[in-house]
Each structure stands twice: as C-alpha cells, then as structure tokens.
C-alpha cells in the first residue's frame, strides 16, 4: 500500500507571512494539530504545528496581561516559528517506508509533494488508522501471541490449522523476535473458542505469550 491511498487530500494550509494567532485559530476551525506553508507561488515551505505555537506562547505565569499576550502571539508570523526544508514523501511510497520515516526522525506527518507541489500529507492519526486495520481491532474473536521459531513455512503451516477447522484469520502480523531465531506473531480469529485456537496453535508455537477474547 502506498501513502497515495492513506494521505489527507488538498490539507488545509497557511502562509509565511500570517500571524500565529490566524494559524492557530485556522487549526482549531478545520480540527487539524499542523499546517503546511507555502509562499506565494505555492512552492512548501515549512510546517507549523500547534507544539510550535505553543512552546512560543508566553507562560501563565508570566506577569503579562491576557492582552499583552495577545498582542505579542499577534506580532509573531508563521515564518519566525515554522520548521523550514521540512521533510517530503512522494505519493507512491510505501506506507512502511513513511512511518519509519517519522520514527527514525521524530516527526509528526510528512508532507506529500509531486513536482514540486503539495498533494497531501500524511500523518502519525493515518498510520494509526492502519494499524487499527491491520490488527482487525473493529472486528471480535480471539487473539493470540505466540512466539516461534524462525523457519520457512511454519507461517503457512500454522494458517492451514487454522483453516482446517473453519476458522476465518481476521488478522495476523510477525514481529521481532527475542533473538535472532525465532518470532513473535499474533493472530485473530473469528470465534469465541479460545481453547480450540489454543489447541490448534500449540502444536506449532513455542510459546503462547498472551491470549485476549476482544
């Protein structure tokens, strides 16, 4: 899958020149937490977020006025707070390859640009989504993780089981393992029978490491 088909379309944006008080109330209206900017020939020129504005404001407890606040948010434009050169994806990038990107350099979305132009973004709330999916979260039975030994068709072998009895796989996902030989894996299916997916499953697994019925 790729960011093109999990990206925000057209986001909501700003330019250098406005005030953090229009970006700040331009974020609450369209329910966003960060804007991309762009100058005046639409080229990307930094994102804003609401972190940004914030760490700017001045504190409560400073002997400043309501007012006096106001006046000095009023006076900060977009520019003087953005990220500049932000980091950009293009829209036939795995959706793999951009969360790694905003793990390893702790970001919060990616902008998505095509020639030169912004097409959409991507943020951590889409890869959320995603990940909501591909655990079938929205969808009930029993889930199970298990670790096993890291050898060619066990995987399949453990699905057939499955199947055998007439089970639906609603989810299942490999992760790292506790060392180099072997992998954690975790498993939905559709049913209430724990102990018959137990069963099925421990003539395969290492482990049973936890067992949910959501």
């Known amino acids: 899958m790729t960011v093109e088909r999990r990206m925000s379309l057209n986001p909501v944006t700003i330019g250098p020149d406005a005030n953090v008080v229009e970006a700040s109330e331009l974020m609450k209206r369209e329910k966003v937490h960060r804007l991309p900017v762009l100058d005046r020939n639409k080229k990307l020129v930094g994102v804003i977020s609401e972190k940004d504005i914030l760490y700017a404001s001045p504190s409560p407890a400073s002997s400043l006025s309501i007012h006096e606040m106001a006046y000095l948010l009023s006076q900060l434009t977009v520019k003087k707070l953005m990220r500049k050169d932000p980091v950009t994806i293009s829209k036939d990038v795995p959706v793999e390859e951009a969360a790694r990107i905003m793990v390893d350099q702790d970001l919060s979305c990616l902008p998505v640009v095509e020639d030169d132009k912004l097409v959409g ?70 049913t209430d029978d724990t102990d018959k997916v137990i069963s099925l499953l421990k003539k395969h697994v290492k482990a049973i490491l936890d067992v949910n019925n959501v």
Do not use: Q, W
């Not at 993780?145 to 009895?165: N, Q, R, T, W």
């Open 121 to 190: 973004i991507v943020s951590k709330s889409d890869l959320f989504k995603i990940l909501i999916e591909l655990f079938g979260a929205r969808t009930k039975g029993v889930r199970v993780s298990f670790l096993v030994d890291d050898k060619p068709g066990l995987i399949a072998d453990i699905s057939k089981e499955i199947a055998s009895e007439g089970f639906d796989i609603i989810s299942f996902g490999t992760f790292m393992g506790t060392d180099p030989t072997n992998r954690i894996c975790t498993v939905k299916v559709a």
